[in-house]
T-cell receptor, first 111, second 112 residues
Framework: SQQGEEDPQALSIQEGENATMNCSYKTSINNLQWYRQNSGRGLVHLILIRSNEREKHSGRLRVTLDTSKKSSSLLITASRAADTASYFCATDGQGAQKLVFGQGTRLTINP | DAGITQSPRHKVTETGTPVTLRCHQTENHRYMYWYRQDPGHGLRLIHYSYGVKDTDKGEVSDGYSVSRSKTEDFLLTLESATSSQTSVYFC???????????FGPGTRLTVT
């Protein structure tokens, strides 16, 4: 079963707008990661947030983590056409030697 | 980009034939993973390795076996391919169990 689940499954916005994707998970974690996948390519790591962090920034990306609600959000500001991709969250169970990926959010940026 | 390659990149095979996919890394990372990606299911872990000759099952391991005789190579074998194993297979590596993972370009396998 999947630990992390993204919402929405698909999102379409205009270039320049902000995009927000959410991830919910079920069990306690050490950290949560976000990945991007362009069509036909492997996943690329974007950002890792630890369970004791509430917010993290990387360029136009902002990730928040609420461990009390077992949820995270990924905000992409000032979206560009090149941001068109699928975005996945991945979580670990405490002590686990592996990550569990959600099904992803497919983001489309319209010019 | 992390030095991780997969071979072959595309393969078409017939039901019942054995298939081996290879993942090769040049990063000396301890952990290596095999995932499959299917529409509606996201990315699912098949097997992973935490060292030479040390492997464990993932979420969807039935019908698959793996071997890791060297740090740099992780092989995924389908002993007798079935149509349900048609998928895109990704290899990934990481330094630690909960560290960021670096993904290979994927292998598209079609079982007819």
């Amino acid at each position: 079963s999947q630990q992390g689940e993204e919402d929405p499954q698909a999102l379409s916005i205009q270039e320049g707008e902000n995009a927000t994707m959410n991830c919910s998970y079920k069990t306690s974690i050490n950290n949560l990661q976000w990945y991007r996948q362009n069509s036909g390519r492997g996943l690329v790591h974007l950002i890792l947030i630890r369970s004791n962090e509430r917010e993290k920034h990387s360029g136009r990306l902002r990730v928040t983590l609420d461990t009390s609600k077992k949820s995270s959000s990924l905000l992409i500001t000032a979206s560009r056409a090149a941001d068109t991709a699928s975005y996945f969250c991945a979580t670990d169970g405490q002590g686990a030697q592996k990550l569990v990926f959600g099904q992803g959010t497919r983001l489309t940026i319209n010019p | 980009d992390a030095g991780i390659t997969q071979s072959p990149r595309h393969k078409v095979t017939e039901t019942g034939t054995p298939v081996t996919l290879r993942c090769h890394q040049t990063e000396n990372h301890r952990y290596m993973y095999w995932y499959r990606q299917d529409p509606g299911h996201g990315l699912r872990l098949i097997h992973y390795s935490y060292g030479v000759k040390d492997t464990d099952k993932g979420e969807v391991s039935d019908g698959y076996s793996v071997s890791r005789s060297k740090t740099e190579d992780f092989l995924l074998t389908l002993e007798s391919a079935t149509s349900s194993q048609t998928s895109v297979y990704f290899c990934a590596i990481s330094d630690g169990a909960q560290d960021e993972q670096y993904f290979g370009p994927g292998t598209r396998l079609t079982v007819t």
